[in-house]
């Protein structure tokens, strides 16, 4: 199962990268699937295991629950054991909760309710603001882009850990996902697939249609 050993900025049909860094793929996944699966999947379990320590019984809030982080961050919280609630639009919601969660928001109407324990915003910016103000004193936010400055104070004030997170190689993290995977806990949803060659138009694909879960090119 590939990982990333850094940002590499283009798309290639191979690569190098340390041996402790990748992982065997699963017979439960397709080499599509498998392809699919690292990036966004390691996000979410770094998110929700290594930074947040995520338990049974808390409660977890993700935004975006029909993304590519989101879908699996959704899944991923509820085989922790935890309450997840995620936020998606009108049109995602059913889909979001078929995936496990239990009970989805249409974000559109701003009602995110409180008291969480730990709160994952991949959105961040402005946004933590609110994330901030839904995740119990002494919760956690982690956030995958900067968070506002006045949401770092609310954070400061209110005792809440907020962590902007970038994901990093873990073959270990990996594993951990293909066990999950193997226990059919776990499913990375593919939206579409395009040849290596159409990747502009997938790129335009994503910008236009926000799809649920990921897009992937087949070399």
Known sequence: MPCFPKEA??????????????AKT??????????????AGLTAWQCLVRVAGVTMGQGVL??????GVGHLAVQIGKALGAHVTATASAGKLAVVGALG?????????????????VVLDPQSGAQAELSVAAVKAGGVVV???????AAKKAALAKNVTLVNHFVA?????LRDLAK??????????????????D??????YLKETRPVGKVVLLP
Not at 62 to 67: E, F, L, N, R, S
Not at 103 to 117: C, F, I
């Open 62 to 67: 993700i935004h975006g629950g029909a993304g």
């Open 180 to 197: 999950l995977s193997e226990e059919g806990k776990l499913r990375v949803h593919i939206a579409r697939t395009f040849p290596l060659a």
């Open 199 to 204: 990747a502009g138009p997938a790129h335009q």
């Open 26 to 39: 699963p017979d439960s996944l397709s080499d599509t699937e498998a392809g699919a699966l690292p990036l």
């Open 101 to 117: 969660a239990d009970l989805v928001l249409d974000y559109a109407k701003g009602v995110l309710g409180d008291g969480y324990d």
């Open 143 to 149: 956030t995958l882009l900067e968070p506002s400055e």
């Open 9 to 22: 900025a283009a798309y290639s049909t191979h690569v190098l990268a340390p041996a402790e860094e990748i």
């Open 169 to 173: 190689p873990d073959a270990a993290g």
